[in-house]
């Protein structure tokens, strides 16, 4: 129960990730025939203008997203209000790379692989996804240790994978803006005169108080 309370970001993290699984998995019937795992697509379950594969195809995409939004988030909340959990921010991480993964694993499954290289803004996700595969496999205790200084710089690439998203999303005229906007936001407040202001009249504000 202690272990739970210590790491409840982490947890709350993990179950909000989680929950559109549930969705997904109404979508798709999985059976074992002759020691073969097959999946099979349950029409129907999406919306009217949308077959099953389309619209599992949007809901990875748009978690991914998401999350990713909310990973570069974190560092501008630590400026604006003192509050920072890295564990918190790993399993944002973790849940990022997981949704792109599935993402690009459903993308496969409709278009098949060669179709990744046939438009600028596939290559642009395709990419993305590549970065995420060895942030997703670092981000745990073990790997900072063995890294040390180059954990930090590994971590940095997530900023082209954003970057990459967004290409990717705004291509394919999706709500792009609404998570440029959030994530441009967040690099203005980390600029450094900008950023040492804000801790300025945070210190400032919890000083009087």
Same mark, same amino acid.
């Given at each position: 129960? $202690?272990?739970?309370?210590?790491?409840?970001?982490?947890?709350?993290?993990?179950?909000?990730?989680?929950? /559109?699984?549930?969705?997904?998995?109404?979508?798709?019937?999985?059976?074992?025939?002759?020691?073969?795992?097959?999946?099979?697509?349950?029409?129907?379950? =999406?919306?009217?203008?949308?077959?099953?594969?389309?619209?599992?195809?949007?809901?990875?995409?748009?978690?991914?997203?998401? #999350?990713?939004?909310?990973?570069?988030?974190?560092? /501008?909340? &630590?400026?604006? &209000?003192?509050?920072? $959990?890295?564990?918190?921010?790993?399993? *944002?991480?973790?849940?990022?790379?997981?949704?792109?993964?599935? !993402?690009?694993?459903? &993308?496969?499954?409709? =278009?098949? *692989?060669?179709?990744?290289?046939?438009?600028?803004?596939?290559?642009?996700?395709?990419?993305?996804?590549?970065?995420?595969?060895?942030?997703? &496999?670092?981000?745990?205790?073990?790997?900072?240790? *063995?890294?040390?200084?180059? #954990?930090?710089?590994?971590?940095?690439?997530?900023?082209? =994978?954003?970057?990459?998203?967004?290409? !990717?999303?705004?291509?394919?005229?999706?709500?792009?803006?609404?998570?440029?906007?959030?994530?441009?936001?967040?690099?203005?407040?980390?600029? /450094?005169?900008?950023?040492?202001?804000?801790?300025?009249?945070?210190? $400032?504000?919890?000083?009087?108080?």
């Amino acid at each position: 129960m $202690n272990l739970i309370k210590k790491n409840y970001g982490w947890v709350l993290v993990v179950i909000l990730a989680s929950l /559109p699984l549930l969705i997904l998995s109404s979508m798709v019937s999985i059976s074992v025939i002759e020691g073969t795992l097959k999946l099979t697509l349950i029409e129907n379950q =999406a919306a009217s203008n949308s077959d099953t594969l389309e619209m599992l195809y949007h809901i990875t995409g748009e978690f991914a997203i998401r #999350w990713m939004t909310a990973v570069l988030t974190c560092t /501008p909340f &630590f400026i604006l &209000f003192g509050v920072t $959990n890295l564990y918190v921010r790993q399993a *944002m991480g973790i849940a990022t790379a997981v949704w792109s993964l599935l !993402h690009f694993i459903i &993308f496969i499954w409709a =278009a098949g *692989m060669l179709e990744t290289f046939t438009q600028f803004n596939y290559i642009a996700g395709f990419i993305a996804v590549l970065i995420l595969i060895p942030l997703l &496999f670092t981000s745990n205790s073990k790997s900072m240790k *063995m890294l040390k200084k180059n #954990w930090k710089k590994l971590q940095s690439f997530s900023y082209v =994978a954003i970057f990459l998203t967004l290409v !990717h999303v705004a291509i394919l005229e999706k709500t792009w803006t609404i998570y440029a906007t959030i994530v441009g936001v967040g690099f203005i407040i980390r600029i /450094p005169f900008i950023k040492e202001k804000f801790i300025r009249l945070r210190t $400032n504000k919890n000083n009087s108080n």
